[in-house]
């Protein structure tokens, strides 16, 4: 079974204030998401990586970025938080074209 | 552009009845199909995906979908519903050559016991 680990499950932050969610999957895939999940409109992709120091842009970028240090590992960082990125976020992880995304548990971030 | 539409935000069905929950998609060329469920304080897990052939194609949990490329559509469906099935459920379209995922906004299926 796929897995993939997400951390913290729960964040609690100022606005500007300086935020960073983890994610780990012990898939051994190549393709990693970061979306963000809000009533209304679904997921929306932030932002991807196909490999190590990979780094693609997805829909909603404005104020995030990422960074994938290793095949396992993918960041996402908020460095002036606002209350408009209080969310859910989940991170995904992919073994390629149309294969299955495997999601966390996702990460409850609100800025107050 | 891609895009996924589910037109209905909140379905509520008896135990026992017959479901079906709606998706239509937007995209030029033949897409990879999925739909996902996704339960309380969980993340989305998947119940099935089309690519090609019967476009009839079974998932998990007795679940089915079917591919209508005249209509742009993949409804999924089920023919008995347990309250179990009460969850969020997601279409998906991820698109050949770049591996990027865009999904509806979710069906909320209540299943009334």
């Known amino acids: 079974e796929a897995a993939v680990t997400q951390s913290p499950r729960n964040k609690v932050t100022v606005t500007g204030g300086n935020v960073t969610l983890s994610c780990r999957q012990t898939?051994?895939?190549?393709?990693m998401y970061w979306y963000r999940q809000d009533t209304g409109h679904g997921l929306r992709l932030i932002h991807y990586s196909y490999g190590a120091g990979n780094l693609q842009i997805g829909d909603v970028p404005d104020g995030y970025k990422a960074t994938r240090t290793t095949q396992e590992d993918f960041f996402l960082l908020l460095e002036l938080a606002s209350p408009s990125q209080t969310s859910l976020y989940f991170c995904?992880?992919?073994?390629?074209?149309?294969?299955?995304?495997?999601f966390g548990a996702g990460t409850r971030l609100s800025v107050l | 552009a891609q895009s996924v539409t589910q037109p209905d935000a909140r379905v509520t069905v008896s135990e026992g009845a017959s479901l079906q929950l709606r998706c239509k998609y937007s995209y030029s060329a033949t897409p990879y199909l999925f739909w996902y469920v996704q339960y309380p304080r969980q993340g989305l897990q998947l119940l099935l995906k089309?690519?090609?052939?019967?476009?009839v194609v079974q998932g998990v949990n007795g679940f089915e979908a079917e591919f209508s490329k005249s209509n742009s559509s993949f409804h999924l469906r089920k023919a008995s519903v347990h309250w179990s099935d009460s969850a969020v459920y997601f279409c998906a379209v991820g698109n050949t050559g770049y591996q990027n995922f865009y999904f509806g906004k979710g069906t909320s299926l209540t299943v009334i016991p």
């Open positions: 089309y690519y090609s052939g019967d476009p």
């Open positions: 995904a992880s992919s073994a390629g074209q149309g294969n299955t995304l495997y």
């Open positions: 898939n051994s895939h190549n393709y």
